[in-house]
């Protein structure tokens, strides 16, 4: 069982930065996809960033490219360094784990077994 706790969201004016953490608990990433997820009111969940069991090389949703970075900061905590914020960026932050999750599942929420309880971002105009 892996227990995962996101922190690091808040309020930013447009064009700054947040990093969120995602930290697990019960064991560590080894072996795991992380993914990083997002919802706005109103709106359905839609895939931010993630990276592979094998760690070998992240996935960006087209929107975040260039502006997000995922990266596994130890053995059980993973970072995403948001940067460039944009008002649309604004939502509930959630990070999501499952075992053996390959590169070309990342991007699909219903194949990752843990989530994390979400963190706020907003992002002001």
């Known amino acids: 069982q892996v227990q995962l706790v996101e922190s690091g969201g808040g309020l930013v004016q447009a064009g700054g930065s947040l990093r969120l953490s995602c930290a697990a608990s019960?064991?560590?990433?080894?072996?795991?996809?992380v993914g990083w997820f997002r919802q706005a009111p109103g709106k359905e969940r839609e895939f931010v960033a993630a990276i592979p069991w094998t760690g070998d090389r992240a996935y960006y949703a087209d929107s975040v490219k260039g502006r997000f970075t995922i990266s596994r900061y130890s053995a059980n905590t993973v970072y995403l360094q948001m940067n460039s914020l944009k008002p649309e960026d604004t939502a509930v932050y959630y990070c999501?784990?499952?075992?053996?999750?390959?590169?070309?599942?990342?991007?699909?929420?219903?194949?990752?077994?843990?989530w994390g309880q979400g963190t706020q971002v907003t992002v002001s105009s």
């Open positions: 019960g064991r560590t990433f080894s072996n795991y996809a």
């Open positions: 999501a784990a499952r075992g053996f999750l390959g590169y070309s599942r990342l991007a699909e929420a219903n194949e990752y077994d843990y």
